[in-house]
């Protein structure tokens, strides 16, 4: 049975950092791209970042200088490192896990999707007070 668990949420002043962590278990972890999204009240689930298997990345726009994604396949452990958080940043993040080819040299955004993603966590809250 695929298992994710998301550890590391919590209430951070703005300005401040949080490093989430996305344990795995029970599939191949060096096998499986590892997404992090997040969903605000009221607001559709966000993809955010990518780790792919062999440790490259990809970034919503957006984000990019601020949220660092990365991982320890040794440890069967993703990690999204949120820096300079700001209010809007308030939301359940949760990973999710899935196959992408090695030979994929298509647009990245689509794996941003929530519907491309069978395996996912609970979700761990992080709230950013101003």
């Known amino acids: 049975e695929v298992q994710l668990v998301e550890s590391g949420g919590g209430l951070v002043q703005a300005g401040g950092s949080l490093r989430l962590s996305c344990a795995g278990a029970?599939?191949?972890?060096?096998?499986?791209?590892i997404t992090w999204f997040r969903q605000a009240p009221g607001k559709e689930r966000e993809g955010l970042c990518i780790?792919?298997?062999?440790?490259?990345?990809y970034y919503r726009d957006s984000l990019k200088g601020r949220f660092a994604v990365s991982r320890d396949n040794t440890k069967n452990i993703g990690y999204l490192q949120l820096n300079n958080l700001r209010p809007e940043d308030t939301a359940a993040y949760y990973c999710?896990?899935?196959?992408?080819?090695?030979?994929?040299?298509?647009?990245?955004?689509?794996?941003?999707?929530?519907?491309?993603?069978?395996?996912w966590g609970q979700g761990t809250q992080v709230t950013v007070s101003s």
């Open positions: 780790s792919r298997s062999d440790g490259s990345t």
């Open positions: 029970g599939f191949t972890f060096d096998d499986y791209a």
């Open positions: 999710a896990a899935r196959i992408i080819s090695d030979y994929y040299t298509g647009d990245w955004f689509l794996f941003l999707r929530e519907s491309e993603y069978d395996y």
